[in-house]
Structure formats: C-alpha cells, structure tokens
C-alpha cells in the first residue's frame, strides 16, 4: 500500500463532505467515511472513500474525524457514537452550520469523554467545494487547529484560527448573511435587466466585469441565465435551516437585520414553490414569476 499522508474520518459524504473526502483522497490522504444515504456511500467508495460500517467503527479507526451534517440531530447522534465507541482522544472537526447552543451541547459531550472537538464551519458552495475553493472557520483548541493544517489544506484553500471556540460559527453567520442578501440581489437584478428586455447571458457577462460582481453574482449567475437549478450547490431546504440560525442569533444579540430579513419570504416562496430540493440561485424564478417575466426561446417579454 501506498505511504498516505494520515488518516481521516468524514461522517456525512453529502455535496460538502463528499466532495472533502474525495479531494483529500487525491490530495494523498486515507479516508474513512460514514453515511446513511446508500447513494453517497457508494459515491465515495468510487472515489476512493473506505467506508465504515458505521460511526462507532469509523472513529475506532480514525484519529481525526470531520462531521459534514444536515441537521443538528445528526450532529448529537455521532457525537454520542463516538462517545459509546470508547476509543483513545479523537479530534473532531464539526464543519456543519448550527446555532452555538447545537455546538457548544456536543463540544461539552466530547470533551467528557477525552476528545477534542473544533468548531470548523466551511466558507464556500458545494460547487467550490469540488475544486477546493472553500475556507475552514476554526475556532478552539489553537494547537489542535495548527496539527490540522496539513488535513484542512487537502480540501481547502485556506484556514483561518478565528479563537475562542464558536468564534467561527459567529463568523459564518456574518458570511452566510452576505451570501443571502448577494444570491437575492443576483436575482433581483437579472430580473430587472430581463424585465428591460436584455438578454440573461448578456446581463451576466456585462455585470461580471463591473462593480456590481460578486462570487455569489459569479456562482449563481450562470444558473439564473440557463435556469438549470437541479445540480444544488446549496439545497433551498438544507438553506433555510441556515438562514434560520443566523435569524435567531442576530435577535438573541439584539442586532437589526432589514436586508437579511427582506429575503427570507423570497426563500420561503422558493421552499413552498416547489424548489425544496434544488439550488438557492432558483430565487430568480420565484422573481421573475413576481415580475411576471416570461422566457421565451432565450427571450424575454
């Protein structure tokens, strides 16, 4: 067997975790992974991915796991097999975007049992994820955030130690809130120039090159312009959940929020319009049924 540069464990191979657990394969690594869904297993095992029988097995095997979750829930259950597992002091990397509570609730449970957990949470899609075109928020146990480096490099382009434990989440929430407000102003303004009577790709290939851009304008534009929403970078049901933690925060610390605030019945139209299971950039559609723009032949009236 080839020399590996470590061993990792990923627990949920989803469109983030799967695509770290197949960039630290190629990057060199031994990848052990986890996931309920048969259809990700399988993916990853195409890929390279060992796959545990289950999380207990997983972290009896790796010394340093990564959790890539949807739900808080998820993130307690794992927490609490590896804790039944009794193995020797892991470091767990939880990559996932959950309120501080969720965090801090299995920080304290990992702890107990000898472990160290890092708050890890991921700036970038799913589709930079791909390409390794992500940045690690960590936040915790300095040391431990410096060992990972190495580990972090293979699926990221860079990693900032943001401190005290929950820093990073608190920094994600910052992040996400941009990202909200960008992928609704993308919209908003395809829109507008479609409404106008300009051509999608040519409102994005204009705007790109301007003041206007962005990477969300970047990312999602060319979505907007072929109305091709399937392939989800971010799914618009996994998206609520986020946007419903940066809501709570932002109110817990008394922090106006009126841009943010704006989108979220834009998102929740999207949810309930049938757009649960696709990309966050199908806002243009809700949008452009508000504006009563119709497409036609790459046209628009």
């Known amino acids: 067997m080839a020399r590996t540069k470590g061993t990792a464990g990923i627990v949920g191979l989803g469109i983030m975790g799967g695509a770290f657990a197949r960039n630290l394969v190629s990057s060199g690594w031994r990848v052990i992974g986890h996931d309920i869904d048969p259809k990700a297993r399988r993916a990853a095992a195409r890929a390279g991915v060992e796959i545990a029988k289950d999380i207990q097995d997983l972290a009896a095997r790796a010394p340093v796991i990564i959790t890539s979750l949807p739900h808080p829930d998820a993130l307690h259950d794992t927490v609490a097999a590896i804790v039944a597992a009794k193995v020797k002091p892991r470091v767990l990397a939880e990559a996932g975007t959950f309120t501080l509570d969720d965090k801090l609730k299995a920080e304290r449970a990992l702890n107990k049992a000898g472990h160290t957990m890092l708050d890890c ?11 390794k075109d992500v940045v690690v928020y960590a936040s915790g146990d300095t040391r431990a955030i410096r060992r990972l480096k190495p580990l972090f490099a293979g699926f990221s382009r860079g990693v900032h130690d943001l401190g005290t434990f929950g820093n990073s989440s608190r920094m994600k929430y910052v992040a996400n809130l941009l990202v909200a407000i960008h992928n609704v102003a993308t919209a908003e303004a395809m829109v507008l ?3 106008a009577g300009l051509d999608p790709k040519a409102i994005f290939e204009t705007i ?9 304008f970047e990312l999602r534009g060319p979505m907007m312009v072929s109305e091709k929403y399937d392939d989800a970078t971010m799914k618009v049901k996994v998206w609520q959940k986020d946007m419903a933690v940066i809501g709570e925060f932002a109110k817990a610390i008394g922090c106006p929020t009126p841009l943010f605030t704006a989108t979220e019945g834009i998102y929740d139209t999207a949810l309930k319009s049938g757009y649960a299971m696709q990309d966050t950039a199908a806002v243009c559609a809700v949008m452009e049924k508000m504006a009563g723009v119709k497409r036609r032949g790459g046209k628009r009236r």
């Open 193 to 195: 120039g479609m409404k």
């Open 208 to 216: 790109k090159t301007g003041a206007g851009n962005s990477r969300v």
């Open 121 to 131: 949470p991921i700036s970038g899609t799913g589709s930079q994820a791909k390409v």
